[in-house]
């Protein structure tokens, strides 16, 4: 200190002041020199066959080792993915341009016959996929060239560019998969994706590495391990600790920690579907739609998302979620309004007859506490609202039998975006859960699902919303937000839909 | 020797009735649970699709036919094809039994390290401060549920001091957290039982005589009190050590262990019956094993069990 001037010591303050100002720890923390992406998720990875799986754990992985022949981006849309263009050629043909130069993580150029056993094998009984159903609409696939794929279905199908960008859709090499067989192609998966298969440890991680030749651009980091770390308080510590760059599945309760801490965030994406109580309208007295109306006016869905979800998700209008086709803005979240309620039941007859709600323990986040609320909330109404825990197999069980007492938590994914692949999927006849039918209700939902006018279908839609809100055969209660945790050094804007998709255009680290 | 013979042979065949006990009880248990294939498939699956899947898996047949199935197997050591991984249960389960082996291990080598001496200080200096302070803490150690301290453990080391990883499987730092964790109860409930032992023998007539002639109280206690304590501790560490070795699912899964106990749950979740029935063979042969060495052990520590 000595030989230091009162005036030098005070402008050396200032500068050291003005510094840290400049610089705040936290700041240091926002870039990173990283090269490796570590996700920690929920659960194992069970398959890297694409065909094999469509739980969340194992597509966040399949989306990024394959493409599909289109792409849905976080915006909602579909864009080109190893289809360039696509056109509806006749009423039952779609044709598909291939995109040219592409290989595939062993060196095999990929072509139209890639796509055409790709497909052929989601449905061919041999192969024995998780996926066998996805395109059930189509009648046969022709591969004229190496560059052009033709499908012909078996009615108008306006979908189909939308089916293949989801689950079953993914493409995988025709001659590898013929050379080693099923087995050996899920413990050495090859596909055309950003990022190639390296190595797999059950139950504990899964390494992968960028592909230097994708055809999107390499993405922006070496090498992607996913980890497994079942419990959410410890997925969100070793967030925190920066152990991990991004976790999935991050609980409302949990959001307020990761954003207080000065290193880390939470994001999301509004889920791609609803958290609905599926109603079986085959029992009394939820045959009767004024009971049904009366039960949605009798919750309270605001409190709901503010307290139970710290705001994380949104008052649903109909059966159609938001971010879908033929969503309608205009309608209002549907009302809570439990004088209207009463008065509806009045007019129902209803003289207190059990309305069980059968739910699981987190099988989707917070049923059970949402089926607590909610119950208290319909007992206020005079709705003699009972509670009942099922387990998740005892729930499977029900579905396939058809034989829940009232109603149960059901979370319908919108896998098109668009409400063929949502509530029709469900709720049409044949449908799993197929609880209840009206003849306008089916007409219009059969001649939407094979229409190629959209000015028809939005027509269509808008009609059974309006039958919809009269009878209820589900009881919508919120869309919720998919959400995670990153460092704030990552930039990345999430899929609507668990895709997890990291590509060039919508991921990469803050460098400094 | 004949003894010895004899002795061992009776154990062994009780060890198989024991394991044959257990792989029935598994089997009708699983089966009374649920039927697995409406897990497999999505929910808007066809009927004949859950028909074929349900053939496929040999589900379609009677109960006696498939538990005779199931006993032939399992004698020849094959639990069937894992219905979630679609590869032979055993080879699934055997990826996962390293893991678990090297934490129950780690654990009961921790466990015991730490809880025999301190039970035997606490005897020796019974109703002292150190007495009374080791056995508090060993009682809190025994009442605190895993899922908290595991929790408590990655707050408090891994997050706030930033010494330890918060989980997964790798190098010794890995393994500190978990096989602390995973520990507690059984140092615990071994430090309170090898006090009470050695109570019990400090307590007899030759330890007195012993005492008497004057020896010094470090070589009565190690000379002649704790040999003679070692059948009851032998008995409860061995217990504890086929506990930390099937017990580990909380521990497991807090720590993201990749262990058997893990696989256990997500295979009972995914009613993925051959993974089920081969973790629980599994466990209670590792089980079964320990009893056996146990008893061998007893044997050896004290003469008058062979003869028996």
Redesign the interface.
């Known amino acids: 200190m000595t030989g230091m001037t009162r005036r030098e010591l005070i402008t050396g303050a200032a500068a050291a002041a003005g510094a840290v100002a400049v610089l705040p720890g936290p700041a240091r923390a926002q870039t990173t020199q990283k090269r490796e992406l570590i996700v920690?998720q929920g659960?194992?990875i069970?398959f890297f066959d694409p065909h094999?799986s469509?739980s969340s754990n194992d597509i966040r992985v399949s989306f990024n080792l394959y493409d599909n022949l289109t792409s849905r981006h976080p915006d909602g849309k579909l864009y080109p993915g190893l289809a360039t263009e696509w056109k509806l050629t006749a009423p039952t043909t779609w044709t598909f341009k291939l995109r040219p130069g592409v290989k595939f993580h062993n060196g095999d150029p990929f072509s139209s016959s890639d796509v055409k056993a790709s497909i052929e094998r989601t449905y061919d009984?041999a192969a024995?996929t998780?996926?066998?159903?996805v395109f059930s609409t189509i009648e046969r696939i022709e591969a004229p060239d190496p560059g052009t794929v033709v499908f012909h279905t078996k009615k108008p199908d306006p979908l189909l560019p939308a089916r293949l960008a989801f689950y079953g859709g993914q493409i995988v090499p025709e001659k590898y998969l013929k050379s080693v067989g099923p087995?050996t192609f899920?413990g050495k998966p090859v596909g055309t994706g950003p990022i190639r298969f390296v190595s797999w440890?059950?139950?504990?991680?899964a390494v992968l590495e960028a592909n230097p030749d994708y055809w999107g651009g390499r993405i922006d980091v070496d090498r992607l391990v996913m980890?497994?770390?079942?419990?959410t308080?410890?997925r969100v510590?070793?967030l925190?600790?920066g152990?991990v760059d991004a976790i999935t599945q991050l609980a409302p309760d949990h959001g307020d920690r990761v954003n207080a801490n000065p290193t880390t965030r939470m994001i999301g994406a509004l889920y791609a579907g609803l958290y609905v109580l599926a109603v079986n309208s085959n029992v009394k007295p939820l045959d009767n739609p004024l009971v049904k109306q009366a039960l949605s006016l009798g919750i309270d869905r605001e409190i709901i998302v503010k307290e139970l979800w710290r705001g994380r998700g949104i008052v649903p209008n109909s059966m159609i979620a938001k971010g879908d086709n033929h969503f309608d803005a205009s309608l209002p979240p549907l009302k809570y309004d439990p004088r209207e309620a009463r008065e509806r039941l009045k007019k129902a007859g209803y003289k207190g007859e059990e309305i069980v709600i059968e739910t699981t323990v987190g099988y989707t986040a917070n049923d059970k506490a949402m089926s607590e609320a909610i119950q208290a909330m319909w007992r206020d109404v005079g709705v003699n609202a009972k509670v009942e825990q099922l387990?998740?197999?005892?729930r499977?069980?029900k579905?396939?039998d058809k034989s829940f007492k009232g109603l149960w938590w059901s979370d319908p994914t919108s896998t098109l975006s668009d409400p063929d692949g949502m509530f029709w999927?469900?709720l049409g006849p044949g449908?799993?859960q197929d609880y209840w039918r009206h003849a306008r209700f089916d007409q219009l939902g059969d001649a939407a699902r094979f229409s190629v006018d959209e000015k028809f279908r939005a027509q269509a839609y808008k009609e059974m919303t309006q039958i919809f809100l009269e009878h209820f055969p589900w009881v919508p209660v919120i869309q919720p937000y998919e959400d995670y945790g990153i460092q704030r050094y990552v930039e990345w804007t999430p899929n609507p839909n668990q895709q997890f998709e990291i590509r060039r255009f919508n991921f990469r680290f803050r460098r400094a | 020797m004949r003894d010895v013979a004899l002795y061992a042979g009776r154990r062994v065949l009780r060890a198989g009735v024991a394991l044959w006990l257990v792989s029935t009880v598994v089997f009708v248990v699983m089966r009374l649970?649920?039927?697995?294939v409406?897990?497999?498939?999505?929910?808007?699956?066809?009927r004949s699709?859950?028909f074929?899947?349900r053939a496929?898996l040999g589900l379609d047949r009677p109960l006696p036919v498939q538990y005779v199935t199931f006993l032939g197997n399992v004698a020849r050591g094959d639990f069937g094809r894992s219905i979630?991984?679609?590869?032979p249960a055993m080879t699934?389960v055997l990826?996962?039994l390293p893991a678990t082996i090297e934490l129950g291990l780690t654990a009961f080598v921790v466990a015991v390290l730490v809880a025999v001496p301190i039970g035997v200080v606490s005897a020796a200096h019974r109703n002292s401060p150190l007495d009374h302070a080791a056995m508090a803490v060993a009682l809190v150690g025994q009442s605190a549920p895993t899922f908290f301290l595991?929790?408590l453990f990655?707050?408090l080391v891994?997050?706030k001091a930033?010494l330890l990883?918060?989980?997964?499987?790798g190098d010794w730092h890995y393994l500190v957290l978990p096989a602390l964790t995973l520990s507690v109860f059984a140092m615990a409930y071994v430090a309170r039982l090898t006090r009470s032992a050695v109570l019990e023998i400090l307590r007899t007539d030759y330890v007195r005589t012993a005492r008497a002639k004057g020896l010094s109280e470090t070589l009565v206690v190690a000379k002649h009190t704790l040999k003679n304590a070692a059948v009851p501790i032998v008995t409860i560490t061995g217990l504890q050590f086929g506990a930390l070795l099937g017990g580990a699912v909380v521990t497991e899964?807090?720590?993201?262990w990749?262990?058997m106990g893990?696989?256990a749950i997500?295979s009972i979740?995914n009613?993925d019956y051959p993974v089920v029935q081969c973790v629980v063979f599994i466990s209670a042969a590792l089980f079964v094993v320990i009893n056996f060495a146990v008893d061998m052990l007893y044997g050896v520590l004290d003469p008058r069990i062979r003869a028996r």
């Open positions: 920690a659960g194992d069970a094999m469509t009984p024995k998780r996926v066998s159903t087995d899920n440890t059950k139950d504990d991680k980890r497994a770390i079942p419990e308080a410890p510590a070793s925190l600790k152990e387990e998740y197999s005892v499977a069980q579905l396939r999927r469900l449908g799993p | 649970s649920g039927d697995p409406p897990l497999l498939l999505p929910p808007d699956a066809p699709e859950i074929r899947v496929e979630h991984f679609k590869t699934v990826d996962y595991g929790i990655i707050l891994s997050l930033g990883p918060t989980g997964g499987r899964t807090v720590f993201a990749p262990g893990r696989l997500q979740y009613r």
